[in-house]
């Protein structure tokens, strides 16, 4: 499979000079299994060039069929699918997966067009749409692809995906805050409790739970995709966001065994000469701490072939 990377951003697409190498666009990334239809991994605003490039080949003449997988509805991950090319164009057919919620998926979406925030309803997006309601450890095929699932650590729950094809695994684990200082459900959280409180006995198990069905996820996976949002020091300030840092991706990918781990869902302020430095900065604990894993850092149009060749 291959896996190619077109939005790495998190929170709000930051284009400029600071962050033109690792790329300004929200959330997205293609997993093409190989000779197969792609199956996308949230729809950020890096789905618009994604879109485009689809456009060129079967979607253009409404022969396309395109998975989109969503972690959550926040903006950075849903703002890019109202400018999806494909979804305009007849004879397409794009099947959306989420986690269910109060409401039909198909509401949910819906909204994201209504006047006065977009001019076209998704009503009116000639591509045939099919919604897929998902709950925690679902277990399904799309094509040759298995895709399995389990809940993250987010405000309003995210879902984290793996999908198994061609002999090889990748693992999406995005929005997620550690296992650690917070349980995370459909609650706002104004300020941040404090760090140094000992937690219930219920909510440790509940974290415990939801830390080790990230692992299993994760389990001997070729590339494991992880929200790195935050440095360790900014975690500590806004614990209550819902994001993670390297230090704790680094401690679940050795947990899980992958071979890869790809920071993933840049703080907006991060600069590319900041992305370098975290990566750099953390290449040298990976390998200090004898880790078998390699450490990449996500930009857009980063792309790895991934199992069978
Ligand atoms: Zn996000
Ligand atoms: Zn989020």
């Known amino acids: 499979m291959k896996v190619r990377f077109w939005g790495v951003r998190g929170s709000i697409p930051v284009p400029g000079r600071a962050t033109s190498r690792?790329?300004?666009?929200?959330?997205?990334?293609?997993?093409?299994?190989?000779?197969a239809a792609p199956i996308i991994i949230d729809a950020g605003t890096g789905l618009r060039r994604l879109g485009k490039s689809l456009m060129e080949d079967a979607f253009g003449d409404g022969r396309g069929a395109a998975?989109?997988?969503?972690?959550?509805?926040?903006?950075?991950?849903?703002?890019?699918?109202?400018?999806?090319?494909?979804?305009?164009?007849a004879g397409n057919r794009i099947d959306i997966f989420a986690r269910q919620r109060d409401?039909?998926?198909?509401?949910?979406?819906?909204?994201?067009?209504?006047?006065?925030?977009?001019?076209?309803?998704l009503?009116?997006?000639?591509?045939?749409?099919?919604?897929?309601?998902?709950?925690?450890?679902?277990?399904?095929?799309?094509?040759?692809?298995?895709?399995?699932?389990?809940?993250l650590n987010h405000p309003w729950i995210a879902m984290a995906y793996r999908i198994d094809v061609?002999?090889?695994?990748?693992?999406?684990?995005?929005?997620?805050?550690?296992?650690?200082?917070?349980?995370?459900?459909?609650?706002?959280?104004?300020?941040?409790?404090?760090?140094?409180?000992?937690?219930?006995?219920?909510?440790?198990?509940?974290?415990?739970?939801?830390?080790?069905?990230v692992v299993a996820l994760a389990?001997?996976?070729?590339?494991?995709?992880?929200?790195?949002?935050f440095t360790l020091d900014e975690y500590r300030l806004r614990p209550h966001w819902g994001h993670s840092h390297p230090d704790d991706a680094i401690a679940i990918a050795r947990a899980a065994g992958v071979a890869r781990l790809c920071l993933f869902h840049h703080a907006p302020m991060r600069s590319d000469d900041e992305n370098d430095q975290i990566l750099a900065r953390y290449r040298g604990v990976v390998q200090?701490?004898?880790d078998r894993f390699e450490l990449l850092s996500a930009y857009e149009g980063l792309e790895l072939v991934l199992g069978d060749p």
């Not at 897929?132 to 298995?146: M, V």
């Open 67 to 89: 998975s989109v997988l969503i972690s959550h509805t926040h903006w950075d991950h849903v703002q890019g699918l109202p400018f999806f090319s494909p979804l305009y164009r």
């Open 166 to 213: 061609d002999g090889a695994a990748v693992v999406y684990c995005a929005d997620t805050a550690p296992f650690t200082d917070i349980l995370f459900g459909r609650e706002f959280m104004v300020t941040p409790p404090a760090l140094d409180q000992p937690l219930p006995p219920d909510v440790i198990a509940e974290l415990d739970r939801m830390r080790a069905g």
């Open 288 to 290: 200090a701490q004898g």
């Open 22 to 35: 690792y790329g300004g666009n929200t959330s997205c990334v293609e997993v093409r299994p190989r000779g």
């Open 103 to 121: 409401q039909h998926l198909e509401a949910v979406f819906s909204q994201q067009t209504d006047m006065p925030y977009f001019p076209v309803p």
């Open 123 to 151: 009503s009116a997006m000639k591509a045939d749409k099919c919604f897929h309601e998902l709950i925690e450890g679902a277990r399904f095929d799309i094509g040759r692809a298995q895709i399995s699932c389990t809940r």
């Open 219 to 229: 389990a001997g996976a070729d590339l494991l995709i992880y929200d790195t949002h």
